[in-house]
Antibody, heavy 118, light 112 residues
Framework: QVQLQESGPGLVKPSQTLSLTCTVSGGSISSGSYSWSWIRQPAGKGLEWIGRIYTTGRTNYNPSLKSRLTMSLDTSKNQFSLKLTSVTAADTAVYYC??????????WGQGTLVTVSS | NFMLTQPRSVSASPGKTVTISCTGSSGSIASNYVQWYQQRPGSAPTTVIYEDNQRPSGVPDRFSGSIDSSSNSASLTISGLKTEDEADYYCQSFDSSYGDVVFGGGTKLTVL
């Protein structure tokens, strides 16, 4: 069974860069017809799709975040990563990494809370 | 931008049936598959319906999904409600223009 685990700083200062990594275990990140996504959820609010990366390295980003966002894949470590620049308090949320098989997210990480505050 | 609209909350009694709607803002909701996720407090979402009406293994057949093109809506129906079904439910589909993932705002189901 594939498992995903987010890691990264829980506190980021305003205007700095938020960096998170998702480590995949129980399967290879480069095999199969999967895409790898980041999704976030501010406290008490709904889910917001951030973006996804395919095993080819191709990316799709949420248009509202695109100018600040970079996603990458490290097949040697079986990880994928997120970098979000120029963060503000509005970026405070639980960040999930997830695997999609064609249409739906079949596997999720447990989520990691990132707070943007000085 | 394509959006999915859900009611903020619904409620029903144990043993009853409840339906949660998810309405597309433009285009045809039938053009892209709709998924439904259940999220309990403090936990990551899990899939209860994918590709409009398919249930992952382990999801009871009390959960069903459908598409109504006339109202440009998808629906999640839960029959024989149990207290354990109390959770937030999110629909999800895709923006036809670029294939971007779109989530509905979520519906809080209360079983009382």
């Amino acid at each position: 069974q594939v498992q995903l685990q987010e890691s990264g700083p829980g506190l980021v200062k305003p205007s700095q860069t938020l960096s998170l990594t998702c480590t995949v275990s129980g399967g290879s990140i480069s095999s199969g017809s999967y895409s790898w996504s980041w999704i976030r959820q501010p406290a008490g609010k709904g889910l917001e799709w951030i973006g996804r990366i395919y095993t080819t390295g191709r990316t799709n980003y949420n248009p509202s975040l695109k100018s600040r966002l970079t996603m990458s894949l490290d097949t040697s470590k079986n990880q994928f990563s997120l970098k979000l620049t120029s963060v503000t308090a509005a970026d405070t949320a639980v960040y999930y990494c997830a695997r999609a098989q064609f249409t739906h997210y079949s596997n999720w990480g447990q989520g990691t809370l990132v707070t943007v505050s000085s | 931008n394509f959006m999915l609209t859900q009611p903020r909350s619904v409620s029903a009694s144990p043993g009853k049936t409840v339906t949660i709607s998810c309405t597309g803002s433009s285009g045809s909701i039938a053009s892209n598959y709709v998924q439904w996720y259940q999220q309990r407090p403090g936990s990551a979402p899990t899939t209860v319906i994918y590709e409009d009406n398919q249930r992952p293994s382990g999801v009871p057949d009390r959960f069903s999904g459908s598409i109504d093109s006339s109202s440009n809506s998808a629906s999640l129906t839960i029959s024989g409600l149990k207290t354990e079904d109390e959770a937030d439910y999110y629909c999800q589909s895709f923006d036809s223009s670029y294939g971007d993932v779109v989530f509905g705002g979520g519906t809080k189901l209360t079983v009382l």
